[in-house]
């Protein structure tokens, strides 16, 4: 079976700060890698998305991941980031491209952003 | 991108009646929809899949016949949690994918808060 593990619950950064979120998948097959970002009472906005090539994706809002098929991990990085990225971020894994399977989502970490 | 919208954001219902919750495709067709639930600070737990035309198929432990779906159209499924008790409570996503020249990608709809009360 499929799962996602975020080992973070709750992160803390500074404005300005670089931010890198964790998240390691057990996945049977080649693994769609997916991660989200949740404002509060809000639905899910893609981020970015890993197929196949480049193990390095660059996603929308500054965001990046990069595949590490060897650890397993699809870890989420920004350089620098701001008062508005603050909110809930969930790492999934699906056996197709766009979720057309549904999809497996990690517990997420709760972004925090300090002034 | 594609837009998927629930209606609606939120339902205050009393125990034992029942609580429709709608998920739209508005400009493409979605044969299949994905019906999610996220308690409070928790993660997304996939419910069912929603199969236009045929029955809908429901993950182990979830119960078809309190959480019914019917997905009448290509472009609406419908969630409706019958005799809702409080502990139906709950953060309800809907998602569609959609299929481009390229890939697939999932859409996911603003979400329903349920409170039973």
């Known amino acids: 079976a499929q799962s996602v593990t975020q080992p973070d619950i709750h992160i803390t950064v500074s404005e300005g700060a670089s931010l890198e979120l964790r998240c390691n998948y057990s996945y049977g097959a080649t693994p769609y890698l997916f991660w989200y970002v949740q404002s509060p009472g809000q639905g899910l906005q893609l981020l970015l998305k890993y197929f196949s090539g480049d193990t390095l994706v660059q996603g929308i809002k500054g965001f990046e991941a990069e595949f590490k098929r060897s650890q397993s991990s699809f870890n989420l990085r920004k350089p620098s980031v701001h008062w508005s990225d603050a909110a809930e971020y969930f790492c999934a894994v699906g056996s197709s491209g766009g979720g057309a399977d549904g999809l497996t989502f990690g517990k997420g970490t709760h972004l925090i952003i300090q002034p | 991108g594609a837009v998927v919208s629930q209606h609606p954001s939120w339902v205050i219902c009393k125990s034992g009646t029942s609580v429709k919750i709608e998920c739209r495709s508005l400009?493409?067709?979605?044969?299949?929809m994905f019906w999610y639930r996220q308690f409070p600070k928790q993660s997304l737990m996939l419910m069912a899949t929603s199969n236009e035309g045929s029955k809908a198929t429901y993950e182990q432990g979830v119960e078809k016949d309190k959480f019914l779906i019917n997905h009448a159209s290509l472009t609406l499924s419908t969630l409706t949690v019958t005799s809702a008790h409080p502990e139906d409570s709950s953060f309800y996503i809907c998602s569609a994918p959609k299929t481009g020249r390229l890939n697939t990608e999932a859409f996911f709809g603003q979400g329903t808060r349920l409170t039973v009360v």
């Open positions: 400009d493409f067709q979605a044969t299949t």
